[in-house]
Antibody
């Protein structure tokens, strides 16, 4: 059974960089045709796709966040990470990591529990 | 970007009755080369991540009860729960994955008893 677990600070100051890591267990992050995504949900609101990194390390970002975003892969630790720079209160959200593994880059079959990350001074 | 619009925003249905949620996309999500609609449905319960229920518009994910079904093609889609159970109380989201980036979600439909 694949499991994903996010880790990182729950509070980030405005203008700083939000950093989160997703640890994958029960499967390899290098498995062919799997894509590793970040999705966020502001409190009480809907879902916004942030971006993904593929099993081979290629990335694809939401254009609205591209200038501030980096997603990277660490195959030795079976982890992938998110860095979002120059954050504001609008970036306050629950941040989910999710796997796309059903033959499409954006079909999310496994999700982490998602920590709330608050941007506040 | 493709905009997904769900209706209604909230819905109250009696136990054992049918629940129907609609989803409309701003452009077709049907890909003629593989004859598939790039449309999925997710269920989100309070304090939990979304759970994949239906993909390719009508394919039920493994382990999802058969009271859940998806239908539609092109721009208009429906999620139907044939006989509502108490555990089905949740927010339901449709998602298009035809045009990325970005994939996009509907605003959600809150289903209550």
């Amino acid at each position: 059974q694949v499991q994903l677990q996010e880790s990182g600070p729950g509070l980030v100051k405005p203008s700083q960089t939000l950093s989160l890591t997703c640890t994958v267990s029960g499967g390899s992050i290098s498995d062919y045709d799997h894509y590793w995504n970040w999705i966020r949900q502001p409190p009480g609101k809907g879902l916004e796709w942030i971006g993904y990194i593929s099993y081979s390390g290629s990335t694809y970002y939401n254009p609205s966040l591209r200038s501030r975003l980096t997603i990277s892969l660490d195959t030795s630790k079976n982890q992938f990470s998110l860095k979002l720079s120059s954050v504001t209160a609008a970036d306050t959200a629950v941040y989910y990591c999710a796997r796309a593994g059903k033959g499409d880059r954006s079909l999310f079959d496994y999700w982490g529990q998602g920590p709330l990350v608050t941007v506040s001074s | 970007d493709i905009v997904m619009t769900q209706s209604p925003d909230s819905l109250a249905v009696s136990l054992g009755e049918r629940a129907t949620i609609n989803c409309k996309s701003s452009q077709s999500v049907f890909y003629s080369s593989d004859n598939k609609n790039y449309l999925a449905w997710y269920q989100q319960k309070p304090g939990q991540p979304p759970k994949l229920l239906i993909y390719w518009a009508s394919t039920r994910e493994s382990g999802v009860p058969d009271r859940f079904s998806g239908s539609g093609s092109g721009t208009d889609f429906t999620l139907t729960i044939s006989s509502l159970q108490a555990e089905d109380v949740a927010i339901y989201y449709c998602q298009q994955y035809y045009s990325i980036p970005p994939c996009s979600f509907g605003q959600g439909t809150k289903l209550e008893i």
